[in-house]
């Protein structure tokens, strides 16, 4: 009686925990996604990335920094989740979108860095051609203020509150010079002010810039590996890599925000995971649109036109291409 009792309650936990993850949200993704298709993903994207962390601890900010470039483009790029993909449907067939295991595997190196988790609507699709050019444009240039930021970022359905702490991305990862140079070239920059000993520092460092893009800069000078909130520190002593970074803790529209980031890490930590969770699920496609690609670095079927060139180019494939 106790054992037909407690199954029952079993049962009742476990359709309760599938009708809950089951639930699909109007964009038409859902926790429960892969529940059914794919059970063991989430385990093999953490498998996969512990691994790849501990080789290299740069995969974190290059992962987070891929997801928001195919979150205002489209594409996506990187090996690690091609393998993610390769290891995924060898166990579960080809059902889980390269999109999705992006958007997983960022969640997990995150984790890896110290950052915080968050749970992932799942189900999107992959776009079957690489991002147009005029949507690259938008991605925004590290030289612009917090009202050109609020501009660009509103454009795209994210907040000013999601700008602060999306920024604090920042917290990690590397930066060439030419995307700072502009902070003490001329002269020490005033607009934002940045601290001069720390102008001086990055500018005889770029100064042997030689060959060209070979320097590196770390993004927070304080603890350049971890995932915290001490990017927002180095935003309070005008340690700021970037103009855009260093305006957030000037503009009137950000600072309190940014200080209040700088002064309590958990409230940090609880925005970021809400705004990455909105920025993963921005221009998702879903249903029968996109497809699943089985290859992350191109669509299944090359655009009509690059099909054109490369027929026209090549003789030997040219009847090939046209009997398909
Ligand atoms: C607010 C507007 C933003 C601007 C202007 C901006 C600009 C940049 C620039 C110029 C770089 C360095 C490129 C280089 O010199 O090699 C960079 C790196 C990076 N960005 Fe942003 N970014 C912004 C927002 C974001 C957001 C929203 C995220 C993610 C949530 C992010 C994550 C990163 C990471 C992790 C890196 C380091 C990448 C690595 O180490 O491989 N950025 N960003
Ligand atoms: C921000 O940048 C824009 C475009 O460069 C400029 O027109 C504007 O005056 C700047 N705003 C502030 C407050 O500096
Ligand atoms: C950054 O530069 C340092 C030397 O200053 C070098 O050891 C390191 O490998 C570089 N990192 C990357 C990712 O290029
Ligand atoms: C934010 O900036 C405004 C305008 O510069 C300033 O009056 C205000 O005191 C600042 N707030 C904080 C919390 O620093």
Redesign the pocket.
Known sequence: MASTRAAIFLAALICGAVAATGEVQPNGLSLGFHDNSCPILPYIVKLFVKVAFKKDA?IAPALIRILFHDCFPQGCDGSLVDDIRAAAHAACGPVVSCTDILALATRDALVEAGGPSYDLPLGRRDALAPAPLNLVITLPAPSLNATALISSFGGRGLSVTDLVALSGAHTFG?SHCNSFRNRFTPETDTDPAIDPDFAAKLKAKCDGDVPAGT??QTLDVRTPNKFDNKYYFDLVAKQGLFKSDQGLIVDSATNRTAIRFALNQKAFFDQFALSMVKMSQMDVLTGTQGEIRLSCTVPNKPAAGIETVVAATDDEDEGLATDM
Do not use: K, L
């Open positions: 740069g590397i320097v590196n």
